[in-house]
């Protein structure tokens, strides 16, 4: 069984930047959706979302550095980018 994120919207944003219905997508597809729309957009457009995955990754065996850096709206975009790459791995790895 594959672990979900939990999303509030009913629509997701792919790597086109269209809009189309989901359902609670798989980790790592919500993951590779989110990544190029942080891509196109940066950070700062998709911060529910990025609260939605800071919660999410708390009850996780994941890096809490990544975790805490990734939360913190006052670090550097950079680092935080590189957070959620490394934690979007850690993520698609654990698989409960």
Known sequence: MTAMIPT??????GPSGSRRPVSRPTTRRYLEQLAWAIERDGLPGHEARIDRIVKYATDRPVSRVLVDVLAD???????????FSKLAMQLTLFRR
Do not use: I, L
């Open 8 to 13: 509030t919207a009913p629509t997701t944003c």
């Open 73 to 83: 709206r006052e670090a550097p975009e950079v680092a935080r980018v590189r957070a």
